[in-house]
Every structure is written in structure tokens, then in C-alpha cells.
């Protein structure tokens, strides 16, 4: 199975910060990364697919880049609904696997 | 817009089973693939099954392999998980998730999802 880490766990941040986080995959995943962002007690939301792309509706704050194993979400500007927990998926192949999370808060 | 509700969830003592469903509407269901996911009290997301859009090819994570199973009814437009042998670890909020695609893309759409408590 394809492992997924994030770096940072965990972060502090205040409205208009830059803020990125980090994703790697145990082993090369192609274009199969994408992003969901989920806030307490909801269901999760798809941000970005297939590294970079946006899901419609999603605001252009948000971006998504990288290659083989190491990817990256950034949101430029941080807004006050944007803090939530950050999940990034590889969906090269199955199992589906689910980074542990980067819960973003307020600083 | 894709509208997906979950049911079925509630407590249950380990080992015994629990089926949840899934309706849809909103979208083409028989030409979309279909995941669950759960999310346990404290943990992160758990990718847990998917169906093609045919149901000709199913995909489970291990930690349940062998005891749950996923189905669907395109005449109904139904998606479900027959949960058997339910272990305590088992309990979460299951979600029904779209796939972009027939069932090997991305999860696009989630429905709001249903907690099974697995208690003694």
C-alpha cells in the first residue's frame, strides 16, 4: 500500500498568511494526488485534483503543485473559513490512501 | 447538484452486523463509480471500498476486507455496505463518496454521513 505523510501536523496562522503544506507518497503517484479540506463536524470537501487542478467553486487562493512523490498545498491568503483540517489522497492505486491530516488554526 | 444521503448507521455490539445505504440523485448513478470512507473519533480519514460504475470491479481496504461488502442498485439508486464480524475499531462516521469517474479517478462529492458506534 501507498503510504502519505504531511508535514506540518499541525499549524498556527493568522487571516492574510501565506500557508503551505506538505505531502509525500511512499513511491511515485503520478498525477493521482488531490486535496479535501474538512471542518469539525462536516463532511469533506474536495479542493484540488490531480496535483493542480481546481474543483469548481473552489477560490483561486487555493493552489496545488509538485511531482512524483512530493506535492504541495498553498493557500495564499488565508481567510477565516479556511481553518479546518487539510487531508491529501493518492488515488494511483487502490488502497486509497489518506495523508494523516494538517489541521490549521487560528494563530 | 449531487445529493447523496447516508443511513442505517446507530450501535451495535462487536460482532454482530450492520448494513448502511447510500441515495443518490442529482447525477447519471449509473455511470459513477462509488466509495465509503470513514472517519473515526480522533483519526484521520480511512478510504474503505469502492464499486465500479457497473459494479464489475470492487476494491476494500485491508482493515476490512473479507468483512465488509459494497453494492449498489442502479435501479434504485442506491449504494451499500453490508458490515459483518464488527469490531470496536470499526466505529466512525461512514461517508458515501462520488467518483469523478467510473471508479478509479478521485472522490468529488460526499454526502454528509452516518455514525456507527460499535459497543459492547
Known amino acids: 500500500d501507498i503510504q502519505m505523510t504531511q508535514s506540518p501536523s499541525s499549524l498556527s496562522a493568522s487571516v492574510g498568511d501565506r500557508v503551505t503544506i506538505t505531502c509525500r507518497a511512499s513511491q511515485r503517484i503520478s498525477t493521482y494526488l488531490n486535496w479535501y479540506q474538512q471542518k469539525p463536524g462536516q463532511a469533506p470537501n474536495l479542493l484540488i485534483y490531480?496535483?493542480?487542478s481546481l474543483h469548481s467553486g473552489v477560490p483561486s487562493r487555493f493552489s496545488g503543485g509538485g511531482s512524483g512523490t512530493d506535492f504541495t498545498l498553498t493557500i495564499s491568503s488565508l481567510q477565516p473559513e479556511d481553518f479546518a483540517t487539510y487531508y491529501c489522497?493518492?488515488?494511483?492505486?487502490?488502497?486509497?490512501?489518506f495523508g494523516p491530516g494538517t489541521n490549521v488554526d487560528v494563530k | 447538484q449531487v445529493h447523496l444521503v447516508e443511513s442505517g448507521g446507530g450501535v451495535v455490539q462487536p460482532g454482530r452486523s450492520l448494513r448502511l445505504s447510500c441515495a443518490a440523485s442529482g447525477f447519471t448513478f449509473s455511470t459513477s463509480g462509488l466509495h465509503w470512507v470513514r472517519h473515526a473519533p480522533g483519526k484521520g480519514l480511512e478510504w474503505v471500498a469502492v464499486i465500479w460504475y457497473d459494479a464489475s470491479n470492487e476494491y476494500y481496504a485491508d482493515s476490512v476486507k473479507g468483512r465488509f461488502t459494497i453494492s449498489r442498485d442502479n435501479s434504485k439508486n442506491a449504494l451499500y455496505l453490508q458490515m459483518n464480524s464488527l469490531r470496536v475499531e470499526d466505529t466512525a462516521v461512514y461517508y458515501c463518496a462520488r467518483d469523478w469517474g467510473v471508479g478509479a479517478t478521485f472522490i468529488d462529492y460526499w454526502g454528509q454521513g452516518t455514525l456507527v458506534t460499535v459497543s459492547s
Open positions: 490531480t496535483i493542480s
Open positions: 489522497q493518492q488515488s494511483f492505486s487502490f488502497p486509497f490512501t
